[in-house]
T-cell receptor, first 113, second 114 residues
Framework: GENVEQHPSTLSVQEGDSAVIKCTYSDSASNYFPWYKQELGKGPQLIIDIRSNVGEKKDQRIAVTLNKTAKHFSLHITETQPEDSAVYFCAATPLNAGNMLTFGGGTRLMVKP | DVKVTQSSRYLVKRTGEKVFLECVQDMDHENMFWYRQDPGLGLRLIYFSYDVKMKEKGDIPEGYSVSREKKERFSLILESASTNQTSMYLC?????????????FGSGTRLTVV
Protein backbone atom coordinates (compact mmCIF):
# COMPACT_ATOMS: atom_id res chain seq x y z
CA GLY A 1 0.00 0.00 0.00
CA GLU A 2 0.84 3.66 -0.02
CA ASN A 3 3.34 5.08 2.47
CA VAL A 4 3.72 8.82 3.05
CA GLU A 5 6.65 10.34 4.93
CA GLN A 6 6.63 13.95 6.06
CA HIS A 7 9.50 16.21 7.15
CA PRO A 8 10.30 18.01 9.33
CA SER A 9 8.24 16.93 12.32
CA THR A 10 8.66 20.38 13.87
CA LEU A 11 9.49 23.70 12.24
CA SER A 12 10.04 27.05 13.89
CA VAL A 13 10.24 30.24 11.82
CA GLN A 14 10.23 33.94 12.45
CA GLU A 15 7.13 35.87 11.46
CA GLY A 16 7.47 37.01 7.85
CA ASP A 17 9.81 34.17 6.86
CA SER A 18 8.84 31.32 4.56
CA ALA A 19 8.11 27.76 5.67
CA VAL A 20 8.46 24.60 3.60
CA ILE A 21 7.13 21.16 4.51
CA LYS A 22 8.04 18.16 2.38
CA CYS A 23 6.37 14.81 1.80
CA THR A 24 7.37 11.74 -0.16
CA TYR A 25 5.07 8.94 -1.27
CA SER A 26 5.71 5.41 -2.39
CA ASP A 27 2.92 4.48 -4.79
CA SER A 28 3.46 5.90 -8.27
CA ALA A 29 -0.29 5.43 -8.90
CA SER A 30 -1.19 8.14 -6.38
CA ASN A 31 -2.92 11.00 -8.12
CA TYR A 32 -4.32 13.29 -5.43
CA PHE A 33 -2.38 15.13 -2.72
CA PRO A 34 -4.25 17.24 -0.15
CA TRP A 35 -2.81 19.26 2.72
CA TYR A 36 -4.58 19.75 6.04
CA LYS A 37 -4.09 22.30 8.80
CA GLN A 38 -5.00 21.43 12.36
CA GLU A 39 -5.26 24.28 14.82
CA LEU A 40 -5.14 23.65 18.54
CA GLY A 41 -8.27 21.94 19.78
CA LYS A 42 -9.76 21.50 16.31
CA GLY A 43 -9.97 18.83 13.65
CA PRO A 44 -7.80 19.03 10.50
CA GLN A 45 -9.12 21.25 7.73
CA LEU A 46 -8.28 21.01 4.04
CA ILE A 47 -6.26 24.06 2.97
CA ILE A 48 -5.01 23.16 -0.50
CA ASP A 49 -4.74 20.15 -2.77
CA ILE A 50 -3.07 19.19 -6.01
CA ARG A 51 -3.74 16.57 -8.64
CA SER A 52 -1.11 14.61 -10.50
CA ASN A 53 -1.70 16.42 -13.77
CA VAL A 54 -0.58 19.71 -12.22
CA GLY A 55 2.93 20.67 -11.08
CA GLU A 56 2.11 23.64 -8.88
CA LYS A 57 -0.90 25.32 -7.33
CA LYS A 58 -1.13 28.59 -5.41
CA ASP A 59 -3.69 30.14 -3.11
CA GLN A 60 -2.60 33.49 -1.71
CA ARG A 61 0.32 32.81 0.64
CA ILE A 62 0.31 29.04 0.30
CA ALA A 63 1.47 26.94 -2.61
CA VAL A 64 1.98 23.25 -3.26
CA THR A 65 4.40 21.71 -5.71
CA LEU A 66 4.44 18.15 -7.02
CA ASN A 67 7.30 16.20 -8.58
CA LYS A 68 5.83 12.96 -9.87
CA THR A 69 9.15 11.59 -11.07
CA ALA A 70 10.72 11.93 -7.65
CA LYS A 71 7.42 11.15 -5.89
CA HIS A 72 7.50 14.10 -3.59
CA PHE A 73 5.34 17.13 -2.95
CA SER A 74 5.80 20.19 -0.79
CA LEU A 75 3.80 22.89 0.96
CA HIS A 76 5.19 26.42 0.84
CA ILE A 77 3.92 29.18 3.11
CA THR A 78 5.25 32.67 2.43
CA GLU A 79 5.17 35.71 4.73
CA THR A 80 4.25 33.53 7.69
CA GLN A 81 2.01 34.94 10.39
CA PRO A 82 1.39 33.76 13.98
CA GLU A 83 -2.00 32.38 12.90
CA ASP A 84 -0.18 29.95 10.61
CA SER A 85 1.03 28.14 13.72
CA ALA A 86 -0.59 24.70 13.61
CA VAL A 87 0.03 21.07 12.76
CA TYR A 88 0.08 20.38 9.02
CA PHE A 89 -0.61 16.98 7.45
CA CYS A 90 0.04 15.89 3.90
CA ALA A 91 -1.81 12.96 2.34
CA ALA A 92 -1.93 10.92 -0.83
CA THR A 93 -4.31 8.52 -2.47
CA PRO A 94 -3.61 6.00 -5.23
CA LEU A 95 -6.10 5.34 -7.99
CA ASN A 96 -6.92 1.88 -6.65
CA ALA A 97 -7.41 2.89 -3.02
CA GLY A 98 -11.07 3.70 -3.36
CA ASN A 99 -11.67 6.58 -1.03
CA MET A 100 -8.73 6.10 1.30
CA LEU A 101 -6.21 8.81 2.09
CA THR A 102 -2.81 7.90 3.53
CA PHE A 103 -1.49 10.63 5.82
CA GLY A 104 2.01 11.78 6.64
CA GLY A 105 3.07 12.00 10.27
CA GLY A 106 2.44 15.73 10.60
CA THR A 107 4.55 18.86 11.04
CA ARG A 108 4.15 21.23 13.94
CA LEU A 109 4.80 24.74 12.62
CA MET A 110 5.52 27.49 15.11
CA VAL A 111 5.67 31.08 13.88
CA LYS A 112 7.41 33.35 16.34
CA PRO A 113 6.24 36.99 16.42
CA ASP B 1 -21.96 25.18 6.57
CA VAL B 2 -21.31 21.47 6.16
CA LYS B 3 -20.36 19.67 9.29
CA VAL B 4 -19.07 16.59 10.95
CA THR B 5 -20.15 16.68 14.57
CA GLN B 6 -18.63 14.61 17.32
CA SER B 7 -20.85 14.37 20.35
CA SER B 8 -18.25 15.07 23.03
CA ARG B 9 -15.14 17.26 23.09
CA TYR B 10 -13.81 15.74 26.29
CA LEU B 11 -14.55 12.42 27.98
CA VAL B 12 -13.15 10.78 31.08
CA LYS B 13 -13.92 7.10 31.53
CA ARG B 14 -12.80 4.37 33.86
CA THR B 15 -10.82 1.29 32.86
CA GLY B 16 -13.14 -1.50 31.79
CA GLU B 17 -16.06 0.75 30.87
CA LYS B 18 -17.79 0.41 27.50
CA VAL B 19 -17.40 3.73 25.71
CA PHE B 20 -19.38 5.09 22.77
CA LEU B 21 -18.06 7.90 20.60
CA GLU B 22 -20.65 9.33 18.24
CA CYS B 23 -20.15 11.07 14.92
CA VAL B 24 -22.80 12.62 12.70
CA GLN B 25 -22.37 14.25 9.30
CA ASP B 26 -24.89 16.34 7.39
CA MET B 27 -23.35 16.14 3.92
CA ASP B 28 -24.94 12.86 2.77
CA HIS B 29 -21.44 11.40 2.49
CA GLU B 30 -21.14 7.69 1.85
CA ASN B 31 -17.77 7.23 3.54
CA MET B 32 -16.95 7.70 7.19
CA PHE B 33 -13.74 7.12 9.11
CA TRP B 34 -12.45 6.94 12.66
CA TYR B 35 -8.85 7.93 13.42
CA ARG B 36 -6.89 8.27 16.59
CA GLN B 37 -4.21 10.91 16.94
CA ASP B 38 -1.27 10.56 19.31
CA PRO B 39 1.83 12.75 19.61
CA GLY B 40 4.52 11.62 17.18
CA LEU B 41 2.28 9.00 15.56
CA GLY B 42 0.16 11.13 13.27
CA LEU B 43 -3.31 9.96 12.26
CA ARG B 44 -3.94 6.23 12.52
CA LEU B 45 -7.02 4.69 10.95
CA ILE B 46 -9.12 2.54 13.27
CA TYR B 47 -12.19 1.66 11.17
CA PHE B 48 -13.99 2.97 8.15
CA SER B 49 -17.30 2.47 6.41
CA TYR B 50 -18.32 2.88 2.79
CA ASP B 51 -22.02 2.31 3.33
CA VAL B 52 -24.71 1.73 5.89
CA LYS B 53 -24.14 -1.45 7.90
CA MET B 54 -20.77 -1.86 6.25
CA LYS B 55 -17.43 -1.65 8.09
CA GLU B 56 -13.82 -2.34 7.36
CA LYS B 57 -10.85 -2.60 9.69
CA GLY B 58 -8.16 0.02 9.45
CA ASP B 59 -4.61 -0.17 10.71
CA ILE B 60 -5.32 -0.41 14.46
CA PRO B 61 -8.77 -2.00 15.02
CA GLU B 62 -7.87 -4.03 18.12
CA GLY B 63 -9.99 -3.10 21.11
CA TYR B 64 -12.50 -1.18 19.01
CA SER B 65 -15.69 -1.85 17.10
CA VAL B 66 -18.01 0.37 15.07
CA SER B 67 -21.63 0.69 14.14
CA ARG B 68 -23.24 2.36 11.15
CA GLU B 69 -27.00 1.88 11.26
CA LYS B 70 -27.76 5.13 9.43
CA LYS B 71 -25.89 6.86 6.66
CA GLU B 72 -25.23 10.00 8.68
CA ARG B 73 -24.03 8.35 11.89
CA PHE B 74 -20.87 6.36 12.59
CA SER B 75 -20.20 5.21 16.13
CA LEU B 76 -16.90 4.04 17.59
CA ILE B 77 -17.15 1.62 20.49
CA LEU B 78 -14.46 0.79 23.00
CA GLU B 79 -15.63 -2.56 24.32
CA SER B 80 -13.58 -2.38 27.52
CA ALA B 81 -11.65 0.86 27.83
CA SER B 82 -7.99 0.66 28.75
CA THR B 83 -5.49 3.37 29.65
CA ASN B 84 -3.62 2.89 26.35
CA GLN B 85 -6.76 4.06 24.57
CA THR B 86 -6.34 7.52 26.04
CA SER B 87 -6.09 9.61 22.89
CA MET B 88 -7.67 12.17 20.60
CA TYR B 89 -10.28 10.54 18.36
CA LEU B 90 -11.18 12.12 15.03
CA CYS B 91 -14.12 11.28 12.81
CA UNK B 92 -14.11 12.17 9.11
CA UNK B 93 -16.36 11.76 6.11
CA UNK B 94 -16.03 11.96 2.34
CA UNK B 95 -18.10 11.52 -0.76
CA UNK B 96 -17.61 8.41 -2.89
CA UNK B 97 -17.50 10.51 -6.00
CA UNK B 98 -15.33 13.14 -4.44
CA UNK B 99 -12.57 11.84 -2.23
CA UNK B 100 -10.49 14.12 -4.32
CA UNK B 101 -12.22 16.91 -2.52
CA UNK B 102 -10.65 15.54 0.63
CA UNK B 103 -12.10 14.53 3.95
CA UNK B 104 -14.16 16.68 6.28
CA PHE B 105 -13.10 16.16 9.88
CA GLY B 106 -14.93 16.66 13.12
CA SER B 107 -13.39 18.65 15.96
CA GLY B 108 -12.28 15.55 17.81
CA THR B 109 -13.01 13.87 21.13
CA ARG B 110 -10.23 13.84 23.67
CA LEU B 111 -10.73 10.65 25.67
CA THR B 112 -8.96 10.00 28.94
CA VAL B 113 -9.19 6.52 30.48
CA VAL B 114 -8.28 6.39 34.15
Amino acid sequence: GENVEQHPSTLSVQEGDSAVIKCTYSDSASNYFPWYKQELGKGPQLIIDIRSNVGEKKDQRIAVTLNKTAKHFSLHITETQPEDSAVYFCAATPLNAGNMLTFGGGTRLMVKP
Amino acid sequence: DVKVTQSSRYLVKRTGEKVFLECVQDMDHENMFWYRQDPGLGLRLIYFSYDVKMKEKGDIPEGYSVSREKKERFSLILESASTNQTSMYLCASSSTGGVQGGYTFGSGTRLTVV
